[in-house]
């Protein structure tokens, strides 16, 4: 079994940025692909950026390119979100979640085996 643990959340002002980080322990990291989910109040969890295994490919939902990066440290089991420019829209609950089978990047939720517990990221306009 994997676990995941996210820190890195909080209120920032728009245009300021944050850094999430997602921990992982359980199984050999190197292995499986990363992704990062937000889901804001009432709406569906979505995928923001994956990266895979390696680390070599990487993808971005349209809204967040040019302002975030996903990253990845296999040596300490730990995947990140940088997060610039903020905008008000990006407020949400942020997820990070590993693809267990795949090592290439999928977009669909459902293909993501392992979910960390969440972190609150909010900006204020």
């Known amino acids: 079994q994997v676990q995941l643990v996210e820190s890195g959340g909080g209120l920032v002002q728009a245009g300021g940025s944050l850094r999430l980080s997602c921990a992982a322990s359980g199984r050999t990291f190197s292995n499986y692909a990363m992704g990062w989910f937000r889901q804001a109040p009432g709406k569906e969890r979505d995928i923001v950026a994956g990266i895979s295994r390696g680390g070599l490919t990487t993808y971005y939902v349209d809204s967040v390119k040019g302002r975030f990066t996903i990253s990845r440290d296999n040596a300490k089991a730990t995947v990140y979100l940088q997060m610039n420019n903020l905008k008000p829209e990006d407020t949400a609950v942020y997820y990070c979640?590993?693809?267990?089978?795949?090592?290439?990047?999928?977009?669909?939720?459902?293909?993501?085996?392992?979910w960390g517990q969440g972190t609150q990221v909010t900006v204020s306009s």
């Open positions: 979640a590993a693809d267990l089978v795949d090592g290439g990047i999928s977009i669909k939720k459902n293909d993501y085996d392992t």
